[in-house]
């Protein structure tokens, strides 16, 4: 189970290194507790403790849930990268401790987002449509935004399992290594090959690599609406160059988006063939 695999790579870490995370995460917590109490006192002062409520609990919800489930997704990425190795030659603990302490930052940092979370829950609709889309104006006021927070938490997710499966593989991995020496001397170099990456690794990295195509892609299908606050032009909103240009040009790069992220999750393809693609 999950749960008993984590507890296990725990177990794995020196008595040192727990100790050290500990006070890290006391120091992560004391100092936000003693910030929300002075607000909580400030908040009781003026009879709104419904206010300080709702909002704390929707940081609280959104911290649980981005921090959870970008542990949650960095560990299996980790596991996974491990067990592709056939003999892996260090333990996962260390990866595991950054990971952790990694998650609480991203659930700090998204926690932010929590009047973006409450107003898409309250969303309602302005009567009033816009000339290019026809989207009611509710939709920029109360949806987009929280699009755009879901599509940033996913580049952050998809950005780090790409970066942590890289690491795995390399710090994990056996390296290669080779002896030259002299009968004379009875010397012998040991070269060793460091950051090589092994060929169990590309297609984990692909299929991370494609997933990060395609919320490349929605965030151009989400782009083509900021044409709408355009300050680019003579007047504020969508020009003639936003319109037919900007606006068809983010059509194409979602699309090659989306090609590019078929090509890599097919495996069928090395990258020295998508390079027309890409570049």
């Known amino acids: 189970p999950l749960f008993i695999n984590i507890l296990a790579e725990c177990v794995l870490m020196r008595f040192r290194d ?35 409520l709702t909002s704390l609990y929707a940081k609280l919800l959104l911290a649980a849930l981005t921090g959870i489930i970008f542990f949650v997704v960095m560990y299996l990425t980790i596991r996974i990268a491990k067990k592709r190795l056939k003999k892996p030659s260090k333990h996962m603990a260390p990866l595991i401790g950054v990971v952790a302490l990694l998650s609480l930052f991203v659930a700090a940092g998204f926690s932010g987002g929590w009047l973006t979370y409450l107003s898409f829950l309250n969303a309602t609709d302005f009567g009033v449509t816009d000339p290019v889309f026809n989207n009611d104006i509710g939709f920029y006021v109360f949806s987009l935004p929280f699009y755009s927070y879901i599509l940033s938490f996913l580049t952050v997710l998809i ?9 795995t593989y390399v710090y994990c991995g056996e390296r290669k290594k080779e002896k030259t020496g002299t009968t004379e001397t009875e010397e012998i170099i040991v070269k060793t090959d460091a950051f090589s990456l092994p060929r169990q690794a590309k297609p984990h990295v692909f299929v991370l690599t494609g997933i990060l195509f395609l919320v490349i892609a929605a965030w151009a299908l989400i782009a083509q609406f900021g044409i709408l606050f355009s300050s680019t032009g003579a007047v504020f909103g969508a020009t003639f160059a936003n319109l037919h240009v900007l606006l068809p040009a983010l059509y194409v790069i979602a699309v090659l988006s989306v090609i590019v992220a078929l090509a890599l999750f097919s495996r069928k393809f090395r990258l020295q063939k998508l390079s027309f693609i890409v570049f």
């Open 159 to 167: 950005v780090f399992s790409l970066i942590f499966t890289i690491i």
């Open 18 to 52: 727990i100790i050290g995370i500990i006070i890290i995460l006391v120091l992560i917590v004391v100092f936000p507790v003693i910030g929300l109490y002075g607000d909580w006192l400030w908040f009781v002062s003026l009879d709104y403790q419904g206010v300080f």
